[in-house]
């Protein structure tokens, strides 16, 4: 067995291998950054290796470490270079143990052309497509007009969805695989790319495989990935619901034949496409995946250990006819971003006050910092009941148990997701989370943190609005023959909100917002600092001169305002940042005339580009320099009237 192995890693993956060691009583060094230095796994470790920024993606850098550190072993987890044929083959010329297969597998199936024609010649189902990647853009187009519309860009040498785009015309081709190349590049240092016709309508269904030295081969079932927006992952489940048995035996089948045609050996998983009764080969991932947790879950049997014993040149734990599974499991992703402004990311100071009891996959207790510098997701929330009904249920129930302040967050969105009638009859498919928008969808949380506060001022005891000394925003705005009894001028995140309070039902105060949605009247209860409206909870903080509200997994902070009439405001002459980030290219410059809708410049924020757009004609003034890093809300670019300035 092991006896010191390297974690290759970071955050919620090293964790999460740090605990089967710890189990296994196999001792481990990790690697850091400084940003990463209190994450809980390196506690335990026998060592820990500082690294610059940007080293776990340094081969070199991580196999001194092991070397220096003792150790006769190196997991790379997952992401950074867990799939790079050249890490794992310098792994194994300095004498050690890598935890995955060998470097001519992790090499054909990490292109994603290659990969695509050993499972055609595997016999497994595989979409049109085409048959070599390449950087070449002229190349490239001529493919695309053979493989037809709609048809999906890929970065070759990548996962995760990044670099990702689906097209459904020639029309702004070039400019997409530009996009794509240069974001494959940042992301996998390799601009090469692969195309493939795009199925609508269809699942992400996935294969969890095992190979040994020795030939053996097996799966562990299946996994439902439908849930992903952009395709990045957001809510995994296994089993996957609704699969006819045949089809799912021919999956199995097929993922086993593939994985003994590979002489596979460890961890490994075959992703399809499910279309009806209809399955397509769409790439092997050659490393543990993020979602194993609820593969484990289903079947008791730990992976990591799996691929600990498999790498030490053990064979098997056990043969295909020793593995089961029993009951389900759902996965949520926690992201640091929010959903209800654009999917923005959000990084900064995370505190979480409550864990939900339920199996959390992540790296810290209590505080975290979230950087841009790394993918956005802080941790994972894994359920699992007897039923997929259950195991929905208490998946929706931990989103909304989890509580934190400091930044925002998707879990309320994925609440949401999660009890949508469409994934609860598991009609749902990969564009699903891409053709909702979740306002629309789930509701404004803005208008909901309003009604909050509103109800907590307005609540009929200790003090409501009317008790001497209340602070009540400008009463003077009152209809009296509108019926209501008060108004409450609020802004959240600086977006003017008015809050009429119409009446009280027991300890209920009964209130509407004339901006959101006309006379609908809403329920609030508040009972401390826990305030319900209608049937979302909201946490209401006390913050300095505002509160702060965790609304639907977001964070916005509440203030009274001057009453100011809503609405009807002019486009304002400055373009902000959104978040923040780097602005990484500027596409005008200063004293350039402009027109509305025209890009201005990109910020970048954990690898998620945002467009900046001008909201109106004018001359534009630029703010800030390509490469500078810009904070929200910051002014990045002034548009004047033309000859305003004269």
């Not at 092991?2 to 189990?23: H, K, P, Q």
């Not at 400084?34 to 290796?49: F, M, W």
């Not at 950074?80 to 060998?102: D, H, I, T």
Request: hydrophobic share 45%.
């Amino acid at each position: 067995m092991i006896a010191r192995l390297l974690i290759a890693n970071r955050g919620e993956v090293a964790a999460r291998i740090a605990r089967t060691c710890d189990r296994l009583g196999i001792e481990y060094a990790t690697v850091t950054v400084a940003e990463d230095r209190d994450l809980t796994y390196h506690a335990a470790a026998v060592s820990t290796v500082e690294l610059p920024t940007g080293g776990h993606l340094d081969a070199q850098a991580l196999i001194r470490a092991a070397t220096e550190t003792g150790c006769d072993a190196v997991h790379p987890g997952y992401g950074f270079l867990s799939e790079n044929a050249e890490f794992a083959r310098a792994v194994r010329a300095a004498g050690l143990v890598f935890v995955g297969p060998s470097s001519r597998v992790i090499e054909s199936m990490a292109d994603k052309a290659s990969a695509r024609r050993v499972m055609a010649e595997a016999g497994v189902p595989v979409l049109p497509g085409t048959a070599h990647a390449s950087a070449d853009i002229d190349a490239l187009v001529e493919s695309a007009a053979g493989i037809g519309y709609p048809l999906i860009i890929k970065p070759a040498g990548g996962g995760g969805g990044k670099g990702m785009s689906v097209l459904y015309s020639p029309n702004g081709l070039r400019e997409a695989l530009a996009s794509a190349s240069r974001t494959a590049i940042a992301a996998f240092a390799d601009g090469r790319l692969h195309l493939e016709r795009y199925v609508e309508q269809a699942r992400h269904i996935e294969v969890q495989v095992f190979g040994d030295e020795f030939g053996g081969a097996v799966h562990l079932f299946d996994r439902d990935c439908s849930l992903q927006r952009r395709h990045q992952k957001v809510i995994e489940e296994a089993p996957a619901p609704r699969i006819p048995e045949p089809v799912r035996a021919a999956m199995f089948h097929a993922a086993v034949q593939g994985t003994k045609a590979l002489q596979y050996v460890g961890a490994g998983t075959f992703e399809f496409l499910l279309v009806g009764d209809e399955f397509f080969f769409i790439e092997m991932n050659t490393r543990l995946q993020v979602e194993h947790t609820v593969t484990e879950e289903i079947t008791g049997i730990d992976l990591v250990e799996w691929q600990l014993r498999v790498a030490a040149g053990e064979s098997l734990p056990a043969t295909q006819d020793q593995i089961s599974y029993t009951g389900a499991s759902v996965q949520v992703r926690m992201y640091a971003e929010d959903p209800f402004r654009a999917f923005l990311p959000c990084p900064g100071e995370l505190e979480v006050t409550h864990w939900p009891a339920v199996r959390a996959e992540r790296a810290f207790t209590r505080k975290l910092r979230v950087t841009g510098g790394f993918d956005p997701m802080i941790a994972k929330l894994v359920a699992t009941g007897a039923t997929r009904e259950e195991a929905l249920a208490t998946a929706r129930r931990a989103s909304l148990d989890l509580r934190w302040t400091g930044i925002s967050t998707n879990l309320g969105f994925a609440a949401r997701v999660l009890a949508a009638p469409i994934v609860a009859a598991a009609e749902h498919d990969t564009a699903y989370l891409d053709r909702i928008d979740p306002v629309t969808e789930f509701g404004d949380p803005d208008e909901v943190a309003a009604l909050a506060v509103g109800g907590l001022l307005s609540a009929p005891a200790p003090v409501t609005p009317w008790s001497p000394g209340a602070p009540t925003g400008d009463r003077s705005w009152l209809d009296p023959d509108d019926g209501d009894l008060g108004g409450i001028d609020l802004t959240v995140d600086g977006r003017p909100f008015t809050v009429r309070v119409r009446g009280y039902d027991g300890d209920t105060v009964l209130l509407r917002v004339p901006a959101g949605d006309g006379d609908s009247t809403h329920r609030v209860l508040a009972d401390g600092d826990d305030v319900t409206v209608d049937e979302n909870a909201v946490v209401v903080r006390r913050r300095g001169a505002g509160w702060e509200c965790q609304v639907a997994g977001v964070t916005r902070e509440v203030r009274y305002a001057e009453y100011r009439a809503l609405g009807g405001a002019a486009a304002g002459p400055e373009i902000r940042s959104p978040m923040p980030g780097t602005l990484v290219r500027l596409h005008v410059e200063s004293g350039a005339p402009v027109e509305e809708g025209q890009l201005l410049g990109v910020v970048e924020a954990m690898k998620l580009e945002h467009e900046l757009t001008a909201s109106h004609a004018g001359i534009v003034t630029v703010n800030a320099a390509e490469g500078a890093v810009v904070t929200t809300d910051q002014p990045l670019f002034l548009i004047e009237e033309r000859g305003a300035a004269l």
